[in-house]
């Protein structure tokens, strides 16, 4: 994985310290490090319409698209 490689979430991504991202979200690979992958998803907003989180991610919880 690269930055700027389209990914989706594979399952639903939720922890204390991150965003809550829905399976099949779609987002792009920001960074790459040692603690993980960095995406930028694009989620259902609170109120409607959709919002932009950025997570760190285990790299076996996205898949290319």
Partial sequence: MKIGDPVIANSDIESWSKPYVPQNAEGVVTSVGF??????????????GTRQVTVTVRPDQVLPL
């Fill in 35 to 48: 603690r993980g992958v960095s995406v930028a998803f694009t989620v259902p907003g609170v109120m409607g």
